[in-house]
């Protein structure tokens, strides 16, 4: 409860100095103002309009997210089990990471059309490098000596990796889950702000190309906030299914 004060007070604060910069030396014009983007919220939260944009942009990010994270993870688990297709692929999945996403967009569009779909593969892909390298730098980083003890008692090899070196890279696992939910979002607003009819990230462009800061302001409000409700629960789903390990030192003294 103390570190949902404060963090509540780090918000009132950000707001607080807000207001104080556009009334001495912020232009409202490119910052806007916390009034104007509160009664556009309220405004938009109204419009069945805004709902229904919401519902397109996280229908979007879920299906990428989920194309992405099994194709990852899956990836990833055929890579550890046969540790020389990754020694082969290795250079060429560096190499498709390396493509900037924005590039990938227009095409994406092309391909795709403007519809959903472009947008699920464009998060997709944001997803899939995330999960994927942290899903194989955990079953690369299983403990040889538990590896050794299994093929001692008499473990098949799929046994071994079952049993052993899936259960260690768990937490990896969670962790490029977690960690990649951000970018599907991203993913996805880059998407309907380059080629969309409807959602958040069709909002976006019309409020900033409308020079309207407060509106744009407004919906990256929108954005942070469905990110945190989601970052809450990815982070529920974590605890959940790692009950096993060890709470952080740094959190557990925090609460």
């Not at 309009?49 to 992405?68: A, I, K, N, P, V």
Request: charged letters at 10%; a positive charge; aromatic letters at 14%.
């Amino acid at each position: 409860m103390k570190i949902k004060l404060q963090q509540l007070s780090v918000f009132v604060v950000f707001v607080l100095f807000w207001e104080i910069a556009i009334r001495s030396f912020a232009d409202p014009f490119y910052v806007g103002r916390p009034a104007e983007v509160l009664q556009i919220l309220i405004r938009d939260f109204g419009a069945g309009s805004f709902w229904r944009d919401l519902g397109l942009t996280t229908q979007e990010l879920f299906l990428g997210y989920f194309y992405g994270a099994v194709g990852g993870v899956g990836t990833a688990i055929i890579f550890g089990r046969w540790p020389r297709l990754a020694v082969i692929f290795e250079p060429f999945f560096v190499a498709l990471n390396s493509i900037p996403r924005i590039a990938l967009a227009p095409l994406f569009v092309i391909w795709f059309g403007i519809d959903v779909a472009s947008k699920v593969v464009l998060a997709a892909t944001l997803v899939y490098f995330l999960t994927f390298f942290n899903a194989l730098a955990g079953i690369q980083a299983a403990e040889a000596r538990l590896i050794n003890i299994g093929r001692v008692m008499g473990a098949s090899n799929w046994q071994i990796f079952g049993k052993i070196v899936l259960p260690s890279a768990s937490a990896w696992i969670m962790t490029g889950l977690r960690t990649s939910l951000p970018f599907a979002l991203i993913g996805v607003i880059v998407g309907e702000f380059m080629a969309a009819s409807a959602g958040l990230g069709y909002r976006l462009n019309f409020y900033a190309t409308s020079y309207n800061a407060s509106g744009t302001m407004a919906m990256l409000v929108v954005m942070m906030v469905l990110m945190m409700l989601l970052n809450y629960l990815a982070q529920a789903v974590e605890n959940r299914l790692l009950v096993w390990r060890p709470k952080s030192t740094l959190r557990h003294s925090a609460s």
